[in-house]
């Protein structure tokens, strides 16, 4: 019996700065466009696509959020990138510093090895 592989995840960490035009917004208009401008298009291009975000404006000039994508596939992402660069927050409300892309343990598969990770208990 043959066993099926599958295409790893794909992990996009997005590194971004905010914009004056998104500062100038206020909490109820940000929620607002996010929700009215950049969420219908990632929903109306793409399936399967998770995403978290992370603030570190406290610690860093350069990028202020650090937004964590993550897509069942590489097709998955490109339409996720697709969709977020026709919306206002692709430098308009935010200035894309750096994508760092990847798939988690991709070592592991390469070579046949259990993945090796930290676990606190």
Do not use: C
């Amino acid at each position: 019996m043959s066993v099926e592989q599958t295409e790893p995840p794909v992990t996009a960490f997005m590194l971004v700065k905010t914009t004056p035009e998104w500062l100038a917004l206020s909490v109820p208009q940000r929620v607002e466009a996010f929700t009215t401008e950049v969420l219908p298009a990632i929903k109306s291009r793409t399936t399967g696509v998770r995403s978290r975000f992370y603030d570190t404006e406290f610690y860093s000039a350069r990028v202020t959020d650090v937004w964590v994508w993550e897509a069942d596939d590489h097709h998955a992402y490109q339409l996720l990138i697709d969709a977020l660069r026709e919306t206002p927050f692709w430098d308009r409300y935010f200035e894309v510093v750096e994508l760092l892309v990847g798939t988690e343990n991709g070592y592991a598969r390469t070579y046949g090895l259990e993945p090796v990770a930290t676990i606190s208990t």
